[in-house]
């Protein structure tokens, strides 16, 4: 495959820009004026999982956050500063944890591969690989590695849902709802896992079925 120098990717942005307007002449006005999203997606950094194009949303629907292997981790300012701007001033009605499968990241951890100075980012999955160590020990790499990236959606949106900057605008009465989904790569296809948090009795009862 041939990828684009910088100048070809100028040359495609000015293209796109004068697509847009030719589809919507008030588009790039429009969109400078405010951004106001209804969603916060969490997800990873790898280059095939793009936000908006996933859900097929516009610039200006998704407010986002990527880092290796979509985690929220206590003392990580970067992301907790994203999730409180997008609650507190943005207002997001839904901030969604979205994990893939075959995540690098996350079979890593699985397989304890050293990778380099991201190995140390990655000892935040440790806890969630030692308490389900009987489940991902009974499966296949493979099927192994497919379980543990759901588990680690699931670990972290109870990680967000833990934090002050959500309780506190539940607190307050605002409606905050963490989704926790996965993205198949062999299939460009998003998946529900179901976990749903949207007060303090969904988070208890989700840290109970599910552990710590």
Known sequence: MTYPEPPELFEANRAWAAKMVEDDPDFFARLSEQQTPSYLWIGCADSRVPANQIVGLPPGEVFVHRNIANLVVPSDLNCLSVLQYAIDVLEVKHVVV???????????????????????????????????????ESLDVEDAHDRFCEINVRCQVLNVARTTVVQDAWARGQQVQVHGWIYGLRDGLLQDLKVDVSSLDDLETLTKTYGP
């Open 98 to 136: 979205t994990g893939h499968y075959g995540c690098g990241g996350v079979k890593a951890a699985l397989l304890d591969q050293r990778v380099g100075l991201v190995d140390n980012w990655l000892r935040h999955l440790q806890a969630a690989k030692r308490d389900h160590a009987a489940e991902l």
